[in-house]
C-alpha cells in the first residue's frame, strides 16, 4: 500500500470503462481524500462499482465536490469517517436512509444538492450518533407539518438550513438540542406559539425572511444571538426585551421601519437595556415616516 496520507484531485474526466474492484482498505496510511470537479463521461456502468470504492474507504476526512453525484452507498461496515463533504452535487433524500454504520461521523455537509424533505433528512441523522454539524443549505427543502414526525440525532447542536424554501412549520422539526440554527433567507412569515421547546438554543438566524415582528423567547430561553435583518417589521414589539431577557446581541437591521411612537419606545427600552442592536444606528432608518 502506498503511505500517501493526504491526497487531493481536481479536475478530472474519467474515460475508461467503470469496473468492479474488491480492494482492502486495511493497513492503509490514507487520512484524508479531497476529490474536486469530477466528470464521469461512462453512462453504463453499475453505480455500486463506483460508490463502493468511496464508501468503503478506512479513512476520517473525505470530500466530493462539484462533481455531480447521485448517490452514496452507506459502508458496509462501521466507518471510521469524521467529516464527510458532499457540496455541489446532485445528490436526493435516499442519502444514507437506515444507515447504521456513520456512527463516529461528526460534521456532514450537503450544501447545494437536490434535498427536497425536512423529515427524511432528520430520519438520515437519527444513526448518526455523534453527528454535531450538518449543513443542508441551498438546497429545495420544504417541511409540510401537519402531525408529520421527525426524529434527528440528539447530538447535533448546530444546523444550516440557510436558503431552502421552509416556512412556518420548520419549526416542527427541528432537532431538541440545537445550539446554533440558521434559517436565513426562506419563507417563514412567523414563529408559531407553541413550538417544541429549544431550551438549548443560543444562536437563531432569521435574516431575509417574511417577519413582520420580533420572535418571542418563549420556546428559546437560552437565546443570546438573534438576527432577523431584512425581513419586513415595521415596528418592532417592544415587549421582545421582557420576552428574551438572555439575548446579548439583536440584529435587526435593513427592516422597513416605521417612525412611530411604539418604535420610539422600542428605542427607549433598546437603549435601558444596555445597547443590543447591532449596527446601530445606521442599519436603523425609517422608510414610512409617521403622518
Known amino acids: 500500500h502506498s503511505s500517501v496520507e493526504y491526497f487531493n484531485i481536481n479536475n478530472v474526466t474519467q474515460m475508461s470503462d467503470i469496473e468492479h474492484y474488491n480492494f482492502d482498505y486495511s493497513g492503509t496510511s490514507m ?165 417544541a421547546e429549544l431550551k438549548s438554543l443560543e444562536e437563531l438566524n432569521l435574516a431575509s425572511n417574511r417577519l413582520a415582528d420580533l420572535p418571542g423567547c418563549g420556546s428559546f430561553t437560552s437565546l443570546q444571538f438573534l438576527n432577523v435583518e431584512m425581513n419586513s417589521i415595521l415596528t418592532p414589539s417592544a415587549d421582545f426585551f421582557q420576552s428574551c431577557p438572555r439575548v446579548r446581541e439583536l440584529q435587526a437591521g435593513h427592516n422597513p421601519f416605521q417612525c412611530s411612537c411604539e418604535l420610539q419606545a422600542f428605542i427607549r427600552l433598546e437603549r435601558r437595556s444596555g445597547g443590543k442592536l447591532f449596527g446601530w444606528p445606521a442599519a436603523y432608518v425609517c422608510e414610512y415616516p409617521e403622518g
Open 31 to 195: 487520512k484524508a481524500l479531497t476529490m474536486k470537479k469530477i466528470k464521469i463521461t461512462d453512462m453504463y456502468f453499475s453505480q455500486d462499482d463506483l460508490y463502493e470504492i468511496f464508501a468503503d474507504m478506512n479513512i476520517t476526512d473525505m470530500t466530493i465536490a462539484d462533481s455531480e453525484m447521485i448517490h452514496m452507498l452507506c459502508p458496509s461496515r462501521k466507518s471510521s469517517f469524521r467529516y464527510l463533504n458532499f457540496l455541489k452535487n446532485d445528490l436526493t433524500d435516499f442519502l444514507f436512509q437506515k444507515c447504521d454504520n456513520l456512527a463516529q461521523l461528526e460534521t456532514l455537509i450537503l450544501q447545494k444538492n437536490k434535498f427536497e424533505s425536512l423529515r427524511k433528512v432528520s430520519f438520515m441523522t437519527s444513526r448518526m450518533k455523534s453527528l454535531t454539524y450538518l449543513d443542508m443549505s441551498n438546497n429545495l427543502l420544504r417541511h409540510d407539518g401537519a402531525g408529520v414526525q421527525c426524529q434527528w440525532a440528539k447530538s447535533l447542536a448546530e444546523l444550516d438550513l440557510s436558503s431552502n424554501q421552509l416556512a412556518d412549520a420548520v419549526f416542527e422539526c427541528l432537532p431538541a438540542n440545537v445550539q446554533k440554527l440558521s434559517l436565513r433567507n426562506n419563507q417563514i412569515s412567523n414563529v408559531p406559539s407553541g413550538v
